[in-house]
């Protein structure tokens, strides 16, 4: 399962972690990222062992989603070696995530 990342470590888990990590930016009163959710849990399940996954609730860490211009939720933002290298916007099919991962 995704590890809920804050303010706090988000330095840590994300910007220092080797390789691909997908931070998917959520709040709980987001229908379209409780549709979400499972799907990445789902995409985790297949590809743990090449990326990273993360979730940062919006509502508690409103400064990341600034930070990150998240402007709607849910977001997908993918980052390497501590940079932002791709996003999704919106409820997206879980290919589109896979594809995202895969180019990288």
């Not at 379209?32 to 995409?43: D, G, W, Y």
């Not at 998240?70 to 791709?86: A, L, M």
Request: proline share 3%; hydrophobic share 45%.
């Amino acid at each position: 399962m995704a590890a809920r990342v804050s303010a706090d470590n988000f330095e840590a888990e994300v910007l220092n972690a080797d390789g691909i990590v997908l931070a998917d930016f959520y709040s709980d009163s987001c229908v379209p990222c409780k549709r979400l959710s499972p799907v990445i849990a789902e995409i985790e399940e297949q590809f743990g062992d090449k990326a990273k996954f993360v979730k940062i609730n919006i509502n508690f860490d409103a400064e990341l989603a600034e930070k990150y211009e998240v402007q709607s939720v849910p977001t997908v933002v993918f980052f390497k070696n501590g940079e932002e290298i791709s996003r999704l916007n919106g409820a997206v099919k879980k290919a589109d995530i896979i594809s995202e991962i895969e180019k990288f």
